[in-house]
Structure formats: structure tokens, C-alpha cells
């Protein structure tokens, strides 16, 4: 894909979009937060402050720089006759970058955005355990090294976009939103990390029985569902136009499709944990909703109405039912449910796109196209994450002791709670 020229209309609605994009990270901090002991709410906002901090300047630093943007062609390689771009050729500290209203400077500006947004996604799963640090290291590894790789393949002119040019796969991988480069990628980093934490301690009896933790505050995790809403219309337009090259007359249809998508999931969820508990759960309903937005971010400029409520409702089910299997079968401790609800709804909404999108001389290469896009997610960037991870652990050790982790992280590593007129709940009150 080549650079898009952007109308004055379009400059001003993207400018609108990244303006409001930041609640998403307000909405998903405020959800990971909710969704951990009371003992850890001010470490947990603290951490989401950290990481948009750390994810901000390595962006700035080296990120801009490796994920690139249009007409520069990136770095390539040959292969049957073919170049493929595997990485951007801009300039550390985005030097030569255009300090205007230009796509290339709304782009970098989005990228800030939503590695940011990426980083927060492990928060959830690595919550009452994890170490400041540790965050604060992770962080830059993925802001400054996965996310702007893998939106660089999919974005602008990077190989897995190219696939329609070089392989006639429909009109290559497509993503609009980003629900690969930042839900599916801050998914599977923090499915590794739960992989190397652990589980919280309590969390699985001796034969192996999981013991239920509930968040400390649902209204924290609905409120914080609510302002993501808003932030993922900012992020599905601004990505559309940069990336997708939609008119502004779609605006509309983005808009509509997001919202149906979180409206189905949200629902089906609800269903689903009636069905399966006797009684709605609310914050796994909470993460039905978040889930279809991120099945939005891919699909939503290319689907039917129709087809977006389909789509949020099969991110709803998917995501009250995985996280009991994750739970249950896999061992998987992943308190904010950031595994089911970024990693799998994004997948789901990749593939969405070649099911559901109504693109013109796509055909069936669409399908195939998205597929190629599932299959480096999981096949490079899931075990990419864990090594890098793996190894950053042996420097910077991720798990807090045994005892911080009773006391608490706000008083352990911070040494003030965010309750201090209240006494916060400790494990006696799950036996």
C-alpha cells in the first residue's frame, strides 16, 4: 500500500480521533486495576502510568523508526523474484519525520497511541504479581521492538500487506484498527507472562482446583469498559484512514460497526454466564464488551452492519467461555482476562475480515490472506515474546516475593495503599 493523501477533511477528522483514542488506555487501565485485589489498585494505576510512559519514549526513541510508514518502502529482502518489507528505514527519534498535519506525523502519532495501549494489555493478566520494574522492562521491549515490527508487516507496505501485490491474496492482510499489531500482540505477551509468573498464590488448590479471586471493584472494570468505547472509535477512524484509506463517508459505518460489535458481546456474554452460573456475571460481561471491540478493530471498515453484530457475538461466547477453559484446563492465571478478551477476540476479528468483508476483487484470497496474518502472530510473535520475556526475567527478576505479594504491592513496593481509611481485603476472607 502506498502512502495515503489525506483531504483536509480526513486530517481533521484523524486529529479528532487520536484526540479521544487516549480513553481507551484510560478504560483499560481503570479494567485491569478493577479487576485485581484492592491491596494492589494503586500499584496497578501506577503501572498503567509507567507503561504509557515507557511505551511513549521507546516509541519515540526506536519504534517510529522500525515500523515506518508508506512511500518509504521499508527494509526488504528478495525472494522468488519478490521484495518483501520485513522493516521500516525512518530515523531514530523521528528525526526527518515532518512535524505537520502530514499522514506520516498522524501515523507516528497513533503508533504512540497504541503501543501504549498494547503495553497496558498485560497488565491484566500479570496482576498482584508482577513487579514495577519488570512492567517498566517489558514495556520497552514490546513498544520498542514487537509492536512496531508486526504493525509494520500489516500496516503501509510491509510484507504480510503485500501479500495481494506479490501472491494475489485479495488485497493482502488487512486490519484497520490494529487488532493484530496491539490486541493480538499484547495478548500473547501476556499470555507468556503468564506463563512465566505463575499463578498467584492461593489461586490453585493442592489438586489443582482453581480457586476463584473475584476483582475488588466491578464499577472500576463496567466505567473502564464504557471509556474504551470511546477510545476504540478514536483508534478503528484514525487507523482506517491512515491505513485502510477509507473515505470519510465510512466514518459512519466504523462507527456503527464498533459499537454493534461491543453491543453483541456484551450481550452474548451476559447469555452465555447466565446460561452456564444461573446468573450474569458482570465482569466477564465487562470483558464480552472490551472482546468486541477488539474483534472490531480489524473488520470494522470492511463488514456489513449485519455481519459486525455477528462478529460481537461470537467474541461475547468466546471470551466467557475461554476464560473458564484457561482457567480451568490450561492453568492459565490470568486475573483481567486480557488472553480471551485481546488475543482471541483480535484473532477472531482478523479473521472476520475474509469471512465477512465486502471487498471489491478480493475473492477467496482474502480468507487466506487473514490466515497468513493468524499464523505469524502465533507462530513468530507468541514465541518471539516468551524468549525475549524469558530472558529479560533472568535481569530483571518479574515476580514479586512471597511476601510482597501477601502484603500487598501498593504497601510493599510503593509503602501507602489506595485505601488507606478502609481495610483491604487479605486471603482470609476466600477460605
Partial sequence: MQTVVLSEVQTALCVVFLLVAPLALAGVALMCAGLGRSRNAAHAMLAALCVIAVATCMYFLCGAALQGYGDDGGRAISFSGKHWSWAGKGRLLMMGLPVDGSPAFLAAWLGVLSSALAGLIPLGSGADRWRLPAICASTALLSGLTYPLFAHWSWGVGWLAQLGTNYGLGRGYLDAGGAGPIHVVGGLTALALTWLLGARRGKYTSDGMPMAIPGHNAVFVIFGALLALVGWLGLNGAGALLFAGVDPSRIPLIAVNTVLCAAGAALSA????????????????????????????????????????????????????????????????????????????????????????????????????????????????????????????????????????????????LGAGAYPEFVTHTDEFMR
Fill in 270 to 413: 451476559a447469555i452465555t454466564t447466565r446460561v452456564r452460573y444461573s446468573k450474569p456475571d458482570a465482569s466477564l460481561s465487562a470483558n464480552g464488551w472490551t472482546g468486541g471491540l477488539a474483534a472490531s478493530s480489524a473488520c470494522c471498515a470492511f463488514i456489513a452492519p449485519a455481519a459486525a453484530l455477528i462478529v460481537g457475538f461470537v467474541a461475547g461466547a468466546l471470551v466467557a467461555v475461554s476464560v473458564e477453559m484457561l482457567d480451568l484446563k490450561l492453568d492459565v492465571d490470568d486475573p483481567g482476562g486480557s488472553v480471551s478478551v485481546h488475543a482471541l477476540g483480535g484473532l477472531w476479528g482478523i479473521l472476520a475480515v475474509g469471512l465477512f468483508g465486502r471487498l471489491e476483487a478480493a475473492g477467496a484470497g482474502q480468507l487466506l490472506a487473514q490466515t497468513v496474518g493468524i499464523a505469524t502472530l502465533l507462530g513468530f510473535a507468541l514465541p518471539a515474546t516468551w524468549v525475549l520475556n524469558w530472558l529479560l526475567n533472568r535481569v530483571v527478576p518479574y515476580r514479586v516475593s512471597a511476601e510482597g505479594e501477601n502484603q500487598g504491592m501498593d504497601l510493599y513496593e
